[in-house]
């Protein structure tokens, strides 16, 4: 599975961005697919998650600001983000959760800058 993200850049605090994540090759195992994201100098935080059947869970440090959603004949899928904080500054990552015959392995994007302004 490969995983595409686009949509990052620089937004002034207030504002809105949506980041999208395509996914390539063997996506029919896919089983969920989210964003996660890394702000400078701390780890990794878990952010949104939908399944294929369209159920969400969100971090909430995020709920109410972010919205998760996914195309499936795209085999994308979004993170809508408002009201943006300088502390929404991050490397956001998709990741595809993958199962097959007992194999469960999670996928990850490249990563896509985000910079809030203040």
């Known amino acids: 599975v490969q995983l595409q993200a686009f949509g990052g850049g620089l937004v002034q605090a207030g504002g809105s961005l949506r980041l999208s994540c395509t996914a390539s090759?063997?996506?029919?195992?896919?089983?969920?697919m989210g964003w996660h994201r890394q702000p400078p100098g701390k780890q990794r935080e878990f952010l949104a998650t939908?399944?294929?059947?369209?159920?969400?869970n969100y971090a909430d440090s995020v709920k109410g600001r972010v919205t998760i959603s996914r195309d499936n004949a795209k085999n994308t899928v979004y993170l809508q983000m408002d009201s943006l904080r300088p502390e929404d500054t991050a490397v956001y990552y998709c990741?595809?959760?993958?199962?097959?015959?007992?194999?469960?392995?999670?996928?990850w994007g490249q990563g896509t800058l985000v910079t809030v302004s203040s």
């Open positions: 990741v595809a959760d993958w199962q097959s015959y007992g194999i469960e392995k999670d996928f």
């Open positions: 939908i399944t294929t059947g369209g159920i969400t």
């Open positions: 090759g063997s996506i029919s195992k896919i089983r969920s």
